[in-house]
């Protein structure tokens, strides 16, 4: 038997009210006094829980979208032997996915500088921000590298940021096209993707040396 919002622990409340919110009216129009409302609670017991819209943003992000941070966590610590393009395909996916939902919960803070430039100042803060999944791609780019899965001159953080920004790019693109599907699947696009990035840094013979 499913369990009633009454009887849900104030904090998960906190973040359905929080899913619910920046789905609908998205990141700008969200306050915690709105969140605290529709959670069925004070806003002092809001922040009781959490100290900031951003850490509640943060929370909804890694709790309730497709989970990009901890899988290229998880291959930092273990690539496994599966081999480059299955991992890079993998993340694709999951960047997909992430961006597809994401996207929509913070567009309208482009609209509004100051209160942008407050968020993401406040998600800096948290240690988090859109920086985390590059950087932590480019580590992992970088581990194969060293190894001897790419080429010796391939740039990890260039490759990083090609394959995230071609999937936020898509996202955005879907985004403002008035809910038309897009012309290739996730699974499709991650593939077709993974595969002209490692046209670039994989070796084989004949390969071309960059310039420095």
Same mark, same amino acid.
Do not use: Q, W
């Given at each position: 038997m499913p369990t009633s919002k009454s009887?849900? $622990?104030? !904090? %998960? !409340?906190?973040i359905d009210a929080a899913e @619910? =919110?920046? !789905?609908s009216a998205g990141l700008a129009h969200t306050t915690t006094k709105e969140i605290a409302r529709e959670a069925g609670c004070? %806003? +002092? +017991?809001?922040?009781? @829980?959490y100290r900031s819209k951003e850490e509640i943003f943060v929370r909804v992000l890694r709790d309730r979208l497709p989970r990009l941070n901890p899988l290229l966590d998880e291959l930092g610590q273990d690539p496994g032997?599966?081999?480059v393009e299955h991992n890079l395909v993998r993340v694709a996916e999951h960047a997909v996915r992430f961006y597809e939902q994401s996207v929509p919960l913070v567009a309208s803070l482009f609209a509004e500088p100051a209160l942008r430039k407050r968020h993401f100042q406040g998600v800096r803060e948290l240690g988090q921000g859109p920086h985390i999944p590059l950087e932590a791609l480019a580590r992992y780019l970088r581990a194969e590298r060293d190894r001897g899965a790419l080429r010796p001159d391939a740039d990890p953080d260039a490759a990083a940021a090609l394959l995230l920004g071609a999937c936020s790019q898509r996202a955005f693109v879907h985004d403002t096209s008035e809910g038309m599907p897009p012309p290739q699947s996730a699974e499709e696009f991650a593939t077709a993707l993974v595969r002209t =990035? =490692?046209?670039?840094?994989? $070796?084989?013979p004949g390969a071309p040396a960059l310039e420095p």
């Open positions: 009887t849900r $622990p104030t !904090r %998960e !409340r906190i @619910h =919110l920046l !789905r004070s %806003e +002092a +017991a809001l922040y009781k @829980h032997d599966l081999g =990035l =490692l046209n670039g840094v994989l $070796p084989g």
